[in-house]
């Protein structure tokens, strides 16, 4: 099922399977921002990760004696959910899980997903809710990957990356290494990255402690303001094939993050794993602007 929902500035098209945007266009020029989910590149457009993000140490991990498997970023972006409360400009996605997914994930949850357009913006809720009577291990993520070039008479090297680092932190720089996480070090400077063919050739560009990333043409000036304060985490990527990068560029903030080389597999010590009290709520939000 797909639902719509607009204001002066922006449509968005979102799909309820895995609540999942599939299009956002700027009605003054008819522009869509978002990648087609061309299955040759990459075949999915905006998804959310849960119960993890990024890829497990051998793809398993344990938990209270028990060895669990679950491939890279989880199943939520798989699921359908139910579409809750609507208007024109806002709608939330609802999903509980039932039981269906104990084998791979030993707690029962419920997840929810509002979009509400605010002018020129799209904001992203999230809340998760822990049905169990004991504490619950999880991360959660977003994967909104964004066209480049947006117009014909572009190129990828005509859009940079400008970073806003969160005040009075340090910023930590990653890289992924067979889909694990090591740790680079403090950069010297990141505050402007330009799109190159090869920028991606050796996986994500990892970062902690980064509070808005906006991806812009020195072109036409279009472009997209991700807005993320809070998150621990962001990755930036885009599918290397052939030599080249794909034609989107995705900007993810995240709430955890892929195991470490030297990850024990004990879920509970998982790197940036987060935990929720009994019948609690997590809840967060970002921010993407459409120039």
Not at 73 to 84: A, I, P, S
Not at 139 to 151: C, D, K, N
Not at 225 to 241: A, D, L, N, R, T
Request: proline share 4%; charged share 25%; aromatic share 14%.
């Amino acid at each position: 099922m797909k639902i719509l929902i607009e204001n002066e500035w922006l449509k968005v098209e979102i799909a309820s399977n895995g609540a999942e945007v599939q299009k956002v266009e700027q009605k003054k020029q008819g522009l869509n921002y978002m990648w087609t989910g061309d299955s040759a590149y990459w075949g999915r457009v905006s998804p959310t990760l849960f119960p993890i993000v990024g890829r497990l140490k051998d793809h398993q991990y344990q938990l209270e004696g028990h060895t669990y498997e679950m491939s890279q970023h989880g199943f939520l972006r798989d699921v359908e959910f139910e579409v809750g409360k609507q208007n024109a400009t806002d709608v939330s996605f609802h999903f509980e899980s039932a039981g269906r997914f104990l084998h791979i994930y030993p707690y029962d949850f419920k997840a929810e997903i509002r979009y509400v357009l605010d002018q020129d913006s799209l904001v992203v809720h999230w809340e998760i809710e822990n049905l169990q009577m004991e504490e619950m291990y999880f991360s959660i993520g977003a994967h909104p990957a964004f066209r480049v070039p947006l117009l014909e008479n572009e190129t990828i090297e005509d859009y940079h990356l400008h970073i806003v680092p969160a005040a009075n932190k340090n910023v930590k720089e990653y890289e992924l290494k067979d889909g694990l996480i090591h740790e680079k070090g403090t950069p010297d400077e990141i505050s402007m990255i330009q799109l190159t063919d090869s920028l991606f050739a050796h996986d994500a560009l990892v970062y902690s402690n980064i509070d808005q990333i906006t991806l812009l043409s020195d072109q036409s000036k279009h472009g997209v303001e991700v807005m993320f304060e809070e998150f621990p985490f962001v990755g930036i990527w885009s599918k290397y094939i052939d030599g080249k990068m794909a034609p989107f560029v995705c900007i993810e903030p995240w709430y955890g993050i892929a195991d470490t080389h030297d990850a024990t597999g004990d879920f509970k010590e998982k790197f940036g794993i987060n935990k929720l009290k009994p019948r609690e709520s997590f809840r967060t939000m970002y921010k993407m602007r459409f120039k």
